[in-house]
C-alpha cells in the first residue's frame, strides 16, 4: 500500500514565476491537506481539499491556489513566486468523517526560489 | 484562537535518561491532539494521538503523552532515551469538528552517547 506521494522532491524556480507541487493521498483516503515548513519551523496549514473543494485555508495569500481531482489527487499552485516562498512543502492526506482526524504526511517537495 | 506551545526548543538528555517534551494548547472546542516525530530529511510520522478517550496515551517507540484538560497540556514522555529518538518533535492540535491542523513550533531533541 502506496502512502502519500508528493512530486517532485526537489524544485528551484525564480522570482516572479510559477510553480505546480502534485500529491496523491494513501489509498482510501479523500481529503488532502497542504503545508509550508519553512526551514526551522513547525508546518503552516495552507489549505484543505474535500469533494474537490478547497474546505478550510489558513493565512496565506491568494497566490496559493489549489485543486482536487475525482481521484483525489490534489496539486499546489504558486503564483508570482516570492524569495520568501522557499521552503518544504508538504501534503497530508486523510479520510473525511474519522473521529481522530489523523493525517498521513508525505515526503515534501523543496522549493527553493531564487 | 486555537494555538499551540511548545515550551522549549531544544531538549538535551543523555542516552538512557527519561524524555519530557512540553507542549501546551488552546482550544476553544475539545480538541484532537497529536505527537509528530520528523527525523531529517523524513516525513513526519505520526508517534501517538488523543481523540476524547483515555487521558494517557501510548505511542509508538515507547513514547506517551498524558492529556490534562485542567492545565491544557499534552506532554511527551519516554522513560529512558535512545539515540535514535534525536529528532525533531511536533505538537499538533485540531479543534472538533474543525479542519484547520495547528502546529507548535518544534522541539529538537538531542540524545548523548
Known amino acids: 500500500d502506496a502512502g502519500v506521494t508528493q512530486s517532485p522532491t526537489h524544485l528551484i524556480k525564480t522570482r516572479g514565476q510559477q510553480v505546480t507541487l502534485r500529491c496523491s493521498p494513501k489509498?482510501?483516503?479523500?481529503?488532502v491537506s497542504w503545508y509550508q515548513q519553512a526551514l526551522g519551523q513547525g508546518p503552516q496549514f495552507i489549505f484543505q481539499?474535500?469533494?474537490?473543494?478547497?474546505?478550510q485555508r489558513g493565512n496565506f495569500p491568494d497566490r496559493f491556489s489549489g485543486h482536487q481531482f475525482p481521484n483525489y489527487s490534489s496539486e499546489l499552485n504558486v503564483n508570482a513566486l516570492l524569495l520568501g516562498d522557499s521552503a518544504l512543502y508538504l501534503c497530508?492526506?486523510?479520510?473525511?468523517?474519522?473521529?481522530?482526524?489523523?493525517?498521513?504526511f508525505g515526503p515534501g517537495t523543496r522549493l527553493t526560489v531564487l | 484562537a486555537q494555538s499551540v506551545t511548545q515550551l522549549d526548543s531544544h531538549v538535551s538528555v543523555s542516552e538512557g535518561t527519561p524524555v519530557l517534551l512540553r507542549c501546551n494548547y488552546s482550544s476553544s472546542y475539545s480538541p484532537s491532539l497529536f505527537w509528530y516525530v520528523q527525523h531529517p530529511n523524513k516525513g513526519l510520522q505520526l508517534l501517538l494521538k488523543?481523540?476524547?478517550?483515555?487521558?494517557l496515551v501510548k505511542g509508538i517507540n515507547g513514547f506517551e503523552a498524558e492529556f490534562k484538560k485542567s492545565e491544557t497540556s499534552f506532554h511527551l514522555t519516554k522513560p529512558s532515551a535512545h539515540m535514535s529518538d534525536a529528532a525533531e518533535y511536533f505538537c499538533?492540535?485540531?479543534?472538533?469538528?474543525?479542519?484547520?491542523?495547528?502546529f507548535g513550533a518544534g522541539t529538537r531533541l538531542f540524545v548523548k552517547a
Open positions: 499538533v492540535v485540531i479543534p472538533r469538528g474543525g479542519f484547520k491542523t495547528i
Open positions: 481539499y474535500y469533494e474537490e473543494e478547497e474546505r
Open positions: 488523543y481523540t476524547s478517550a483515555a487521558t
Open positions: 497530508a492526506s486523510s479520510l473525511d468523517g474519522l473521529m481522530d482526524n489523523e493525517q498521513f
Open positions: 489509498s482510501g483516503h479523500d481529503t
